[in-house]
């Protein structure tokens, strides 16, 4: 008898995996609205996509990839020997990496043009998007199976354009909802300090505010410490000077009485997350300078003399890459909770927050534990943009795992000035759309801003 009930239950639970998003959440859970859990279901794809690319660049995982016979094999079944400190089997791990983002990337893509134009959950392709997950993962599998017999040929080569535009157009979407981030921040604490009438509030801004600042400051110090050397490493000074002083003219921006008067939200908290953030992505960029005077994450040959950019051993673990794993991780879980506070980043996003009385409404009609539908009579989100933001999550992931490293001409992943020139032109890409935010409501009284 016990048997047959586990039976039953294995069959309820293959059931809920192949139909819709209710049936995913367990009793105890809180009821939720169905896009937010198929949010969160596609983002756990793609993180377990990340967390398969960071076993295969274990040194253990690469150890066993190298027994296999077709992974350093050519053409001619003879085993491939490398010249100088990197042999094939050091590459197995970028190998990885680069098919296994492939594969996220295009099942992201698939989706991506299979909702575009999804209206409502009404739409017959919404039920493919909340539901199936089961059928989902299988895609997944296969897609990803079938990446990994991709032949390396020009594949490494042009698959590294792909992701460097992608990489550069996700570092963007990541300062959007910095600045979204601030921005909800300053206003909600602003509103706290004027309901209570208590400076506290108002202290705790200024307090994070000269925290951020401090901490940028000291980001542009050891920037010249470490990845600078005097009458040398002239792009690395010419690099953090322009970003130091960028950020000193909108941090300026953003307090001019105008501005101001235009967005009274607008404040130094703004400012002070965006120079951090173009910092973060200044020292991302002098990471991959290849340089070995003005980038101390280049190994040098035997310890002490400068190696060419050919003999650049593979780096799996620095500091550049730790970090950025860790910014991308909570963007994409960002991405996948929460819609804006504010109209402008909702449509530049592709999402709207549901009315308080529907969902108050679509509650009471639903037990705990279950996903209700709050999209019959309107998506929240684009679906289609959603999964583009994926792919380019995909693509970034995969330049941050492999510290943006070109596979050369013999077959070696190098640094090269192209990753550099990207995250450069990235930072100031990033302050001039934060620059519009401030400027626009002046430039354009006839739009609300507010």
Partial sequence: MGACLGACSLLSCASCLCGSAPC????CCPS???STVSRLFFTSFLFLGVLVSIIMLSPGVESQLYKLPWVCEDTTQQPVVLQGPLDCGSLLGFRAVYRMCFATAAFFFFFMLV???VRSSRDPRAALQNGFWFFKFLILVGITVGAFYIPDGSFPKIWFYFGVVGSFLFILIQLILFIDFAHSWNQRW??????????????GLFFFTLLFYLLSIAAVALMFIYYTEPGACHEGKVFISLNLTFCVCVS??????KVQNAQPNSGLLQASIVTLYTMFVTWLALSNVPDQKCNPHLPTKNGTSQVDLEDYSTMWWDAPSIVGLVVFLLCTFFISLRSSDHRQVNSLMQTEECPVETVQQQQVAVSGGRAYDN???GVT???SFFHFCLVLASLHVMMTLTNWYSPGETRKMISTWTSVWVKICASWAGLLLYLWTLV???????????
Avoid: H
Avoid at 190 to 203: F, G, T, V
Avoid at 252 to 257: C, D, G, T
């Fill in 24 to 27: 995913i959440l367990c009793g």
């Fill in 440 to 450: 626009a409501p002046l430039l354009l009284p006839d739009r609300d801003f507010s």
């Fill in 375 to 377: 999209e019959q009579d």
């Fill in 190 to 203: 602003l509103c706290k300090a004027e309901e209570c009438d208590s400076p506290a509030w108002y202290a």
């Fill in 252 to 257: 300026i921006v953003a307090v001019l009485p």
């Fill in 115 to 117: 909702m575009l134009c």
């Fill in 381 to 383: 989100y684009s679906y």
């Fill in 32 to 34: 939720t609205r169905n």
